[in-house]
């Protein structure tokens, strides 16, 4: 089981709310990853981090935000959510080595109404 | 050129059975191949990975075969069983850079 956390695990909320989703890792893991994916579909990069105060965009737009200033966290912020943002969204983090694994969370489920 | 393409999209298997799931890349400098594991409701999790030194990696009743000049790679899933049924994702990645994952392929195996 990997030591990789978020909150909530289910989350529904209205239209134009601001909402945070809070990722932990306890692996001390620099890399970390948020992504979009509806259930059981392709997964979709939106955010990463290499390291504390370095956050870079993904391969898909999003309006979300994504803060790093500790190593072991890493939220993901809507600024006003909006039905289009229904997803799944799942933390994840990677270690390095030779077998890199990139370990991921249980998910948030967010419906928005 | 960042692409990693996965077939079949689904696949229903009998118990038992050899499940086959294909992908393939186009950037060469991928180094690294691994293949996740996603039961509904989870989080995908690492099943086996390959690096192109070598053409065959076997774990349990997973295998890993690697073709680097056709830049395709396969999981082969011997004996089949019903909790094997998943989605699976492969993934590539160069020099520890970001993963780029296939769509993945839902496997049913059937009891």
């Known amino acids: 089981e990997a030591d990789i956390y978020q909150t909530p695990r289910y989350l529904v909320i209205g239209t134009g709310k601001k909402i945070t989703l809070e990722c932990s890792q306890t692996m001390g893991h620099d890399k970390m990853y948020w992504y979009q994916q509806d259930p059981g579909m392709e997964l979709h990069l939106i955010h990463y981090s290499y390291g504390v105060n370095s956050t870079e965009k993904g391969d898909l737009s999003s309006e979300s935000t994504v803060s790093r200033i500790r190593t072991e966290h890493f939220p993901l912020t809507l600024e006003s959510a909006r039905p289009s943002h229904t997803s799944q969204y799942l933390c994840a983090s990677t270690n390095g080595g030779r077998r890199i694994e990139q370990f991921f969370g249980p998910g948030t489920r967010l419906t928005v109404l | 050129q960042q692409q990693v393409k996965q077939s079949p999209q689904s696949l229903i298997v009998q118990k038992g059975g050899i499940s086959i799931i294909n992908c393939a890349y186009e950037?060469?400098?991928?180094?690294?191949f691994p293949w996740y594991q996603q039961f509904p409701g989870k989080g995908p999790a690492l099943l086996i990975a390959?690096?192109?030194?070598?053409s065959e990696k076997k774990e349990g009743r997973f295998t890993i075969s690697f073709n680097k000049s056709a830049k395709q790679f396969s999981l082969h899933i011997m004996d089949s069983q019903p909790g094997d049924s998943a989605t699976y994702f492969c993934?590539?990645?160069?020099?520890?850079?970001?993963?780029?994952f296939g769509p993945g392929t839902r496997l049913s195996v059937l009891p």
């Open positions: 950037n060469t400098a991928f180094d690294y």
């Open positions: 993934a590539a990645s160069a020099y520890g850079q970001n993963f780029v």
């Open positions: 390959i690096r192109p030194d070598v």
